[in-house]
């Protein structure tokens, strides 16, 4: 083998490396064995004439030549992908579409949009993946998303967005707290508060955070699902900032009580997203026009 020899296996597994830290994450990122990952690995360097990464029992790092080699493999990458995608767009035939969504849009939102599309886009076959709205973008940067949707109120550059609808977070507590019974706190009290919050990145978090911001700060127990949120709450770990949508049945049922807090913005755009660089295919435009009709 030489270095001419190298296909997108060798280059995925380079960057998965640097991006990683360790060749058991990067076999797993990129669907190998971790054997076959390490003799890739090592196939690579004997092509190379010198080391491409140093194994300590802590993982896997990159020399310095390994760390250029990546680079040039993440264009590579993402030189294919683009070229995959253009292809599909060009194609122009109704198929595979893989959505990425943050959690509030893919638990509450997402399955009507799908079951709307398998009855109306015959032979499309959607694969959805679920993360907070900074891990939304990464998946469309990598080429590994077509089409996403966010819920957080910053926007990043390279992409095109539509709205396709509204949401508002909700200040919930327990029933017994005494938020629930004495009118509601102020802004101040709120962010001074032990709240529990999703976790950075995610797009709940950045809404939380932002409105607060003018009013000061206070500890945070960090979450990472709106149920997890939700249930801390009710068991008494602190007052909690979560989307209307995702509480609904608790505040139904009086599991969990809203508190009312004037001078508190808390609303947010939810968004569709996707890549700037290639045409969306016919399939991914087909399914905006069910999720927002007059976009």
């Known amino acids: 083998m030489t270095v001419r020899d190298w296909d997108l296996r060798h280059f995925r597994l380079l960057a998965a490396i640097a991006s990683e830290g360790s060749i058991g994450a990067a076999a797993r990122q990129t669907g190998m064995a971790q054997p076959n990952a390490s003799r890739l690995l090592e196939q690579m360097e004997r092509s190379a004439g010198f080391a491409l990464a140093t194994r300590t029992p802590r993982g896997t790092g990159l020399t310095d ?4 080699v990546a680079g040039l493999a993440a ?9 995959a995608r253009a292809v599909g767009a060009l194609e122009g035939e109704r198929g595979a579409l893989h959505l990425c969504a ?19 886009l015959p032979g499309l076959a959607p694969t959805l993946d679920v993360g907070n709205s900074d891990e939304v973008f990464d998946r469309l940067r990598t080429g590994a998303a077509d089409l996403g949707f ?12 539509l709205e396709v609808g509204r949401d508002e977070l909700v200040v919930v507590v327990r029933p017994d707290h005494p938020w629930a019974h004495d009118g509601g706190p102020s802004p101040a009290q709120v962010a001074a508060a032990g709240l529990v919050v999703r976790e950075p990145g995610s797009g709940t978090r950045q809404t939380t955070d932002r409105a607060l911001a003018p009013h000061g700060s206070g500890r945070r127990f960090e979450v990472g699902s709106n149920a997890a949120l939700a249930a801390s709450v009710a068991a008494g770990l602190g007052p909690g900032v979560v989307s ?16 009312p807090v004037e001078g508190l913005r808390l609303r947010r755009v939810l968004r569709a997203v996707w890549s700037g660089a290639v ?9 905006l026009r069910i999720v927002a009709p007059a976009g």
């Open 65 to 68: 030549r390994g760390r250029v």
């Open 75 to 83: 264009e590579v990458i993402e030189a294919a992908e683009n070229v």
């Open 102 to 120: 943050s959690l509030t849009v893919a638990e509450h939102l997402m399955p009507a949009w799908l079951a709307a599309a398998q009855e109306r």
């Open 150 to 161: 966010v819920e957080g109120p910053t926007v990043q550059t390279g992409f095109r967005y």
């Open 244 to 259: 209307r949508l995702a509480v609904q049945l608790a505040l139904r049922s009086g599991r969990l009580a809203e508190v």
């Open 279 to 287: 045409p969306l295919s016919r399939t991914a435009e087909d399914f």
